[in-house]
Nanobody
């Protein structure tokens, strides 16, 4: 059974940066598609970014493209999200997600494994 644990959330000013990390334990993460989703109060969970097992194939939401960078280190069973040029509207709980195999989807229903979430708050 895979467990995902996020870290790195917190408070940042608009224009600032934060880095989120997600550690996968329980099995090797190398066969997993991993990604980040977020959920703001009163809104549905939305796609942020995903990365395939090879660490090369990535997908980004239009709202974060050019500002966020997803990366992974399979040797450490870890995926990270570098968030730059933060905006107030980036405020949300960020969730790490994973699924076996190659998942090229922005639909959060396609991901079965989830972390507990980490709060990101951007002050304007």
């Amino acid at each position: 059974q895979v467990q995902l644990v996020e870290s790195g959330g917190g408070l940042a000013q608009a224009g600032g940066s934060l880095r989120l990390s997600c550690a996968a334990s329980g099995r090797t993460a190398s066969s997993l598609t991993m990604g980040w989703f977020r959920q703001a109060p009163g809104k549905e969970r939305e796609f942020v970014a995903t990365i395939l097992w090879n660490g090369v194939s990535t997908m980004y939401a239009d709202s974060v493209k050019g500002r966020f960078l997803i990366s992974r280190d399979n040797a450490k069973n870890m995926v990270e999200l570098q968030m730059n040029s933060l905006k107030f509207e980036d405020t949300a709980v960020y969730y790490c997600a994973a699924e076996l195999g190659a998942v090229r989807s922005t639909d959060y229903h396609r991901f079965a494994l989830w972390g507990q979430g980490t709060q990101v708050t951007v002050s304007s």
